[in-house]
């Protein structure tokens, strides 16, 4: 029969062996874990920009948009679908960074329309090619 001293002796030995092991695994989990909330890298892209505004004929007077929120200048755009509301769109050009709140019948995949409050300057504004970052 071994001795209680033998068996402490034996379990701290194992405890060392197994620490390293131990620590090793935590920081694994903690790494991928993190990594998991990492967002993925932002996209650059070159978009159809327009603009749009509350009583143009294509926008419900009521000002909220598909998302449920108030329109807002300088802060919505209206994006397709393969960008979720929330989506972060910053335009260099117009030194501005939007968000996805709202939807429109005629943006799909590559257009964008920014909210310009102003209905004459919305109209201006008019339809133009440019480059985007995309955070999704």
Request: net charge positive; aromatic share 6%.
């Amino acid at each position: 029969m071994r001795s209680a001293s033998a068996h402490c002796r034996k379990s701290r030995s194992l405890t060392k062996e197994v620490a390293p092991i131990l620590t090793l695994l935590s920081a694994l989990y903690t790494l991928s874990t993190f990594a998991q909330n990492i967002p993925p890298p932002p996209t650059l892209a070159t978009y159809e920009v327009t603009a749009y505004s509350v009583g143009d004929d294509f926008t419900p007077a009521h000002g909220i948009t598909a998302s449920g929120k108030p329109v807002r200048e300088g802060v919505t755009a209206a994006c397709p679908r393969d960008h979720p509301f929330g989506t972060r769109v910053m335009i260099p050009e117009l030194g501005r960074t939007l968000t996805c709140l709202d939807r429109g019948g005629r943006i799909t995949s590559r257009k964008l329309d920014v909210y310009i409050a102003n209905k004459a300057e919305a109209l201006r504004f008019g339809r133009r090619m440019m480059p985007i970052i995309i955070f999704e």
